[in-house]
Nanobody, 122 residues
């Protein structure tokens, strides 16, 4: 599976962005997709996840109530709607895939997209 992340940019605090992760290759609809992020000088951290059929999701406590993950399998695309953005959300965001069911540990993921930078100005 190949992953292509997009949608990052510069936004003011309180604003919104929508990230996209487009999957291609062999049966991308059979994969759970998660978003991770990494800020400079910090370890990569889990943000949100959705399983292969969209019926199960999970969020880091830091983004619950502000971020929404969704998927449209007909388009092989997963979205991360980010609302009420804060300066601490500034990071490079990566999407990752693993078969069927999501996990929150990054070492459980086989496939990764390139990062898309999100910068929130205060």
């Amino acid at each position: 599976v190949q992953l292509q992340a997009s949608g990052g940019g510069l936004v003011q605090a309180g604003g919104s962005l929508r990230l996209s992760c487009a999957a291609s290759g062999r049966t991308p609809g059979n994969y759970a997709i998660s978003w991770f992020r990494q800020a400079p000088g910090k370890e990569r951290e889990f943000v949100a996840a959705i399983n292969w059929n969209g019926r199960s999701t999970d969020y880091a406590d830091s983004v619950k109530g502000r971020f929404i993950i969704s998927r449209v399998n007909a388009k092989n695309t997963v979205y991360l709607q980010m609302n009420s953005l804060k300066s601490e959300d500034t990071a490079a965001y990566y999407c990752a895939a693993r078969p069927w069911i999501w996990e929150t540990e990054d070492d459980q993921y086989l496939y990764w997209g390139q990062g898309t930078q999100v910068t929130v100005s205060s």
